[in-house]
């Protein structure tokens, strides 16, 4: 204990060069963590997150990790459009084989957001409150419930819709009605951080939006505001932040019109003559669907018997670790840079406490005449080093934690990420541990020196 007391004291003394090598064993230490923390709670968030997810189902144009981030982590924009007679088929089991049935499949589109945070709108039906599992079990609802809108019900619209459209395509001088937007399709269930962060409770008022705020073309849509009927407990995952509403309102959204439905364009016609083609129920445009297929391989039978349809078929648990893997080899080379910054720190300690040897060279003479011995003085500065290095590194570990409590939101709101900044790992005492060792070799060779030190030719020398 006196010899750790001694170390304490030399390190007051000395309080400058304390404080800057400190410093940088903080900034090595924190960068590091940090690191750690970010690739490990992405992680943790991304495998987390594709529970509930078996197989995706997407437009044929878009990439599978394009299609995985979209629907499951609300990263990115649509990735495109495919017609309802996808989602038609899955659910009646017109595909090739037995084993590619499946136990639901519920169609979803989107497009529009809510507030400055830009929460995502996702229009869909109610079998997304009733069928889908999350871990293995149906949303829960902290407060209210799910808003009554069927498969059927989107069947019946789409019919409508498409009557309306056909009617105006071919310039009838008086086109079957347009469905109309009633009071009981404007309901909304949101997310746990949604309702958190927007301050929405049962009976709330939320607006969509066309596009990002900030961006070109962003304006409201008043006359789809809903009223909050239901909140979901929190999941931890991309869900939180999710805006769910009927998809009969989706399609009466302003603006919406030109997207409602996709028309194949037969060859040899312009472009432009899609917009006076006939239409049908069946065309009805989706941006994916959620599937659950009955067979433990079924997504990767659909994905196979998908090759030749307007759609594909993604099975997050094969894309998403590939896209891990892609992070982590980034982290890696993060972790490369953060332990040479560890390095240079070091390096510091050395060179700081080697500098000072020349002016204790009296002070460890006076030591040894009063009966220290060699390896008392050795104990002490490498003891300084420890400490240095200890000190700055729960410091760093601290700092790291500060940082993920003051950007968690920022980080949330550009990647989708949630960080847990109350979240310690073993890993972090190691951390601490390991950089504690590292700047108690890095003490050891002015250690050396010091112990050397020669009492008869030091001790009459006044410095």
């Not at 009557?163 to 008086?174: C, K, M, W």
């Not at 406490?353 to 009296?362: A, G, H």
């Amino acid at each position: 204990m006196k010899l750790l007391s001694i170390s304490l004291r030399n390190l007051r003394i000395r309080m400058v060069a304390t404080v800057l090598t400190t410093t940088s064993i903080v900034v090595a230490t924190a960068l590091y963590a940090a690191i750690l923390v970010m690739t490990h709670q992405t992680e943790q968030r991304y495998k987390g997150s594709i529970g509930g997810y078996q197989a995706v189902v997407g437009p044929k144009d878009a990439s599978q990790l394009e299609l995985v981030l979209n629907t499951i982590f609300n990263v990115g924009e649509a990735p495109g459009l495919f017609p309802l007679q996808v989602c038609s088929d899955l659910r009646s089991g017109r595909i090739a084989s037995r084993r590619s049935q499946v136990r639901y499949a519920i169609p979803q589109a989107r497009g529009d957001s809510v507030s400055r945070y830009n929460f995502p709108v996702i229009a869909t039906i109610d079998e997304m409150f009733s069928l889908y599992e999350w871990q293995r079990a149906p949303l829960r609802f902290a407060a209210g419930g799910p808003f009554p809108w069927s498969y059927a019900d989107l069947e019946r619209f789409a019919t409508a819709l498409a009557a309306h459209e056909n009617g105006v395509r071919a310039g009838e001088p008086a086109p079957p009605p347009r469905p109309l937007l009633v009071p009981e399709w404007k309901k909304a269930v949101v997310g746990a951080r949604v309702a958190r962060l927007l301050g929405l409770s049962l009976g709330g008022r939320i607006t969509p939006v066309h596009g990002r705020m900030g961006e070109f073309g962003y304006h409201e849509h008043p006359e789809a505001e809903c009223e909050v009927v239901g909140i979901l407990a929190p999941t931890n995952s991309p869900l939180d932040t999710t805006i769910f509403l009927p998809m009969g309102l989706h399609y009466l959204i302003s603006g919406h019109e030109g997207g409602s439905f996709v028309v194949p364009l037969p060859p040899g016609k312009n472009p432009d003559d899609v917009k006076h083609l006939p239409v049908e129920p069946m065309q009805l445009a989706l941006t994916a669907v959620l599937v659950d297929p009955k067979d433990h391989f079924g997504a990767r039978i659909l994905r196979q018997e998908f090759a030749s349809r307007d759609a594909q078929v993604a099975w997050p648990q094969d894309v998403v670790p590939k896209f891990l893997q892609q992070i982590g080899n980034a982290a890696d080379a993060l972790t490369v840079i953060a332990w040479l910054v560890l390095l240079v720190a070091s390096v510091s300690i050395t060179v700081a406490i080697y500098n000072t040897m020349n002016e204790r060279r009296r002070e460890i003479a006076i030591m040894r005449s009063l009966g220290a011995r060699r390896l008392q003085i050795l104990t002490i500065i490498v003891g300084e080093a420890a400490l240095l290095s200890c000190f700055g590194a729960v410091l760093g570990v601290a700092a790291c934690h500060a940082a993920t409590f003051g950007l968690r939101n920022v980080v949330e709101d550009m990647t989708g990420v949630y960080l847990d900044w109350l979240q310690f790992s073993r890993w972090e005492l190691w951390l601490v541990l390991g950089v504690t060792g590292i700047g108690a070799l890095a003490g050891l060779l002015p250690a050396v020196k010091g112990s050397l030190t020669q009492v008869a030719d030091n001790l009459a020398q006044n410095y």
